[in-house]
């Protein structure tokens, strides 16, 4: 059974930075693409940014992109999720996702595992 999990959340002043991490446990993890999503209470579920099995095609929603880094470990079945510049709404529950298949997947609908999510708030 594969199981996602997140960690690193917490609060922080507009402008700042924080990294979330998650690991994936009982599979492959080199055979899933791997995405960030966040959501507020009342609205829908939106796409932060993903990242391919290899790590070579990354892609980020407008809104973060500059500002989050999505990477990936292999090695240690890590995919962590640098955010700087952070700006009041950013503050969001941040859900990490496996895909079976190569990536980068944008669209929530296709991830097959996903962890409990993480809050992260940001303050102005």
């Known amino acids: 059974q594969v199981q996602v999990a997140e960690s690193g959340g917490g609060s922080v002043q507009a402008g700042g930075s924080v990294t979330l991490s998650c690991v994936v446990s009982?599979?492959?993890?080199?055979?899933?693409?791997m995405g960030w999503f966040r959501q507020v209470l009342g609205k829908e579920r939106e796409f932060v940014g993903a990242?391919?099995?290899?790590?070579?095609?990354?892609s980020y929603a407008d809104s973060v992109k500059g500002r989050f880094t999505i990477s990936r470990d292999n090695a240690k079945n890590t995919v962590p999720l640098q955010m700087n510049s952070l700006k009041p709404e950013d503050t969001a529950v941040y859900y990490c996702?496996?895909?079976?298949?190569?990536?980068?997947?944008?669209?929530?609908?296709?991830?097959?595992?996903w962890g409990q999510g993480i809050p992260v708030t940001v303050s102005s």
């Open positions: 009982g599979g492959t993890f080199s055979r899933y693409s």
């Open positions: 990242i391919n099995w290899s790590g070579s095609k990354i």
């Open positions: 996702a496996a895909a079976l298949g190569d990536g980068p997947i944008a669209m929530s609908r296709f991830y097959d595992y």
